[in-house]
């Protein structure tokens, strides 16, 4: 059932992208506004309590509703219901269309255009990029998107899916790592500022959840990538002291795709990810490298879809 829920949120994601100003995603800032501010006093038991709400609610929602479609209607309608939450939780396209603007702009040699389209996506100043730097970003930027959008989320789905959770660990995914983005964003904003015990309760609770994930976003780019590079850049970045996920999911890629990913400005980037002191083994970032890294993603989504199918036969043979 899994499988039938991915391909058909997928098709639909493709067909038909939520756009930014959807409903759903409204809905949930609302919910997510309203447990900080009824329940963000400044302390940590308070910040785990209104995290604990912000993202265990939906959760449980949507658990209880395909629990309830499972045992009272019928699988079919529950199948529905999985895809139907995959759908709203996936962003392939959310991320897609920037990233094709800015190739197609690189392509036609108009760099300020990709400066300008890349500030207005990050909502950072690029006036001094060069070539090389806005498609390193690009790449950085994108290949984030991916994972935080697309594997994450079925991951956590799988995963949750396959111990009759159903699309509880989609839900879950997605939430944690918007509370986090959207509560470090309200703390900068006069309107409605957030503790810091709330900020870092959150970025906690993030690091722990996006950790498997990150590391079969790793596998995933070593299986369908350069294996031997991927895995040299998981294994040189891990030895390092402060590193996150996110760091990790850059280093293996560079390595996967053969390309020297730099952070320039640690505070323009999506996180400080100090990627390993050996990366200008590999060449500096071209157009065709963004080729490469559709690639790779498309790929990397067909092994999730192989791997599924593959699972879903297993359990009809047992």
């Known amino acids: 059932m899994s499988l039938i829920s991915v391909l058909f949120a997928l098709l639909l994601e493709q067909a038909r992208p939520l756009s930014r100003g959807n409903p759903i995603h409204a809905a949930m800032r609302?919910?997510?506004r309203y447990c900080s501010r009824n329940l963000d006093t400044g302390k940590p038991l308070h910040g785990w309590l209104a995290w604990?709400?912000?993202?265990?609610?939906?959760?449980?929602?949507a658990l209880l509703i395909y629990w309830s479609?499972?045992?009272w209607v019928g699988w079919p309608l529950a199948v529905l219901w999985s895809a139907l939450v995959l759908y709203a939780s996936l962003g392939f396209r959310q991320f897609s269309f920037h990233f094709t603007e800015v190739r197609d702009a690189l392509a036609n040699d108009d760099d300020a255009l990709a400066r300008s389209l890349l500030a207005?996506?990050?909502?950072?100043?690029?006036?001094?990029?060069?070539?090389?730097d806005i498609i390193g970003r690009v790449i950085e930027f994108s290949v984030l998107a991916a994972h935080r959008h697309v594997f994450g989320v079925l991951a956590w789905f799988s995963v949750l899916a396959a111990l009759g959770l159903g699309p509880m660990g989609a839900v879950l995914y997605r939430l944690a790592e918007f509370v986090t983005r959207y509560w470090k964003h309200k703390s900068k904003t006069l309107e409605q500022p957030v503790s810091l015990a709330l900020q870092t309760n959150a970025h906690t609770a993030w690091h722990?959840?996006?950790?498997l994930p990150a590391r079969m976003t790793v596998l995933g780019f070593a299986v369908v990538g350069?294996?031997?590079?991927t895995i040299d850049g998981w294994r040189r970045y891990a030895a390092q002291s402060n590193t996150d996920n996110d760091g990790l999911v850059l280093a293996a890629t560079a390595g996967a795709i053969n390309i020297q990913l730099e952070t320039p400005n640690a505070a323009d980037t999506p996180a400080n990810t100090g990627l390993p002191s050996d990366t200008n083994l590999h060449p500096s970032p071209e157009l065709a490298h963004?080729?490469?890294?559709?690639?790779?993603?498309?790929?990397a989504v067909v092994m999730w879809l192989v791997l599924l199918a593959l699972l879903t036969l297993a359990r009809l043979i047992a």
């Open 30 to 32: 609302a919910w997510v």
């Open 52 to 61: 604990g709400l912000a993202v265990g609610v939906p959760s449980g929602l």
């Open 69 to 71: 479609l499972a045992f």
């Open 120 to 132: 207005q996506w990050q909502h950072i100043d690029t006036q001094s990029w060069s070539r090389s």
């Open 208 to 211: 722990w959840i996006d950790s």
């Open 226 to 229: 350069n294996f031997e590079e």
């Open 290 to 299: 963004m080729a490469i890294l559709v690639g790779l993603v498309w790929r």
